[in-house]
């Protein structure tokens, strides 16, 4: 494929100058791209323009230290080449970062080492709020980090429980080069449920179906998504769970819904 045929079928879908997208891809699924990772950013600036935003997680594991500015990103060659372009800004977070281009891009990743890892007011809560879609290519809901958000929108009590290798202090190296000590309070909870939230926008008449190149895609509005995420987790706070017994954070967090530890009143901030 082309940029221009990228182009193309980035607007059959909807995408148009001046939108707010998050963005999750995976490259081989579009099949060949004549410039490869480059030209599906290209495809993504050209048709929002300056005036949209467009961010995509950059996400690592943890290790001792973090540099935001060098650390590689393990959510994909999009991603990881997005994050080094010129007027690309990446949040502060030393597993959690996002990587966002646009108008309001600073206001999207500032102070992201004050808030949690996909928490209220996260960059991509604050993405959410600005109105943006989730597009998803080649990829489903069990890829789209923002229904974390949701979790931390409930207050769910799982969230106090860490996944291995999480719950150690990270140096994070800034970009002007002054470090400091990340310690971690909040943990997502695991994604392979998160088809249900998927199905629950179907439902709701709030996704948009179709292809780039030989990519499924599927758009919704974060704020949908959001929506139905909360909405599900009001009635059964474990749904969003994987229900494998050998996965030990998420029989911990089972375990903590299942004794009814939870907020009764939640934070609903959307």
């Known amino acids: 494929m082309t940029r221009d045929q990228l182009m193309a079928d980035l607007r059959r879908l909807g995408v148009s100058a001046g939108d707010a997208l998050i963005v999750h891809t995976s490259l081989k699924s579009i099949g060949w791209v004549d410039g490869g990772p480059d030209a599906m950013i290209d495809a993504l600036q050209e048709v929002l323009t300056p005036r949209g935003n ?15 500015s060098d650390t590689p990103c393990h ?6 080449t997005f994050r080094r372009r010129p007027g690309v800004l990446r949040s502060i977070h030393p597993t959690h970062s996002v990587a966002a281009w646009g108008g309001a ?4 990743t500032a102070g992201h080492e004050r808030a949690t890892a996909l928490g209220v007011d996260s960059p991509l809560h604050r993405m959410a709020k600005l109105g943006a879609r989730v597009l998803m290519i080649g990829v489903d809901c069990t890829r789209c980090s923002l229904i974390h958000v949701a979790e931390a929108i409930r207050r769910l009590p799982y969230l106090g429980v ?25 943990f997502p909870g695991d994604s ?13 008449a709030q996704v948009i179906h179709g292809r780039i190149g030989a990519a499924d895609c599927l758009m919704i509005r974060g704020r949908d998504l959001l929506d139905a995420a909360s909405d ?39």
């Not at 190296?173 to 971690?184: A, M, N, R």
Request: charged share 25%; hydrophobic share 30%; aromatic share 6%.
């Open 54 to 68: 467009l961010a995509m997680p950059t996400f690592t594991p943890p290790a001792p230290a973090f540099i935001v």
């Open 105 to 108: 891009a600073k206001e999207v």
């Open 162 to 186: 860490p996944y291995p290798g999480y719950d150690v202090p990270i140096v994070v190296e800034k970009v002007d080069g002054t470090t400091t000590v990340y310690h971690e309070t909040e």
């Open 192 to 204: 392979s449920n998160f088809g249900i939230v998927e199905q629950e926008c179907e439902q709701r």
């Open 75 to 80: 959510t994909g060659l999009v991603p990881e």
């Open 232 to 270: 599900l987790l009001r009635r059964d706070p474990g749904c969003l769970l994987c229900r494998d017994p050998s996965c030990i954070p998420c029989s911990g967090s089972r375990r903590l819904v299942e004794s009814g530890a939870r907020d009764e009143e939640p934070d609903r901030t959307r």
